[in-house]
């Protein structure tokens, strides 16, 4: 099972940027999709973002399109979330989940990943 290690959560203000990696034990081009949740207190965990391997393409929820990139590095074995123009009802905690299986879309949920990192904090202030 692969190993992922989420990093670059923190505090920022609002309007700020972050930006997350999440780094895997293997080839991140081995596995079918890699994707970003996110869950805030009292909220369920809901799909933020997802990148293919076998074609690049990417998912986004709508509350971050246009705010949010994904991207990969193969050499570096990271997925990175780059978020811009944070707002608060982005603090949550942020978890990077793959499968070696999946393509992931705008239907994929979180039980379609069969591996998950610990996941890090995000916190915007207002």
């Known amino acids: 099972q692969v190993q992922l290690v989420e990093s670059g959560g923190g505090l920022v203000q609002s309007g700020g940027s972050l930006r997350l990696s999440c780094a895997a034990s293997?080839?991140?081009?081995?596995?079918?999709?890699i994707g970003w949740f996110r869950q805030a207190p009292g909220k369920e965990r809901e799909g933020v973002s997802c990148?293919?391997?076998?074609?690049?393409?990417?998912y986004y929820a709508d509350s971050v399109k246009g705010r949010f990139t994904i991207s990969r590095d193969n050499a570096k074995k990271t997925v990175y979330l780059q978020m811009n123009s944070l707002k608060p009802e982005d603090t949550a905690v942020y978890y990077c989940?793959?499968?070696?299986?999946?393509?992931?879309?705008?239907?994929?949920?979180?039980?379609?990943?069969?591996?998950w990192g610990q996941g890090t904090q995000v916190t915007v202030s207002s």
């Open positions: 989940a793959a499968d070696p299986d999946l393509y992931c879309s705008g239907q994929s949920a979180s039980g379609d990943f069969g591996s």
């Open positions: 990148i293919n391997s076998s074609d690049g393409s990417t």
């Open positions: 293997g080839p991140t081009s081995d596995y079918g999709a």
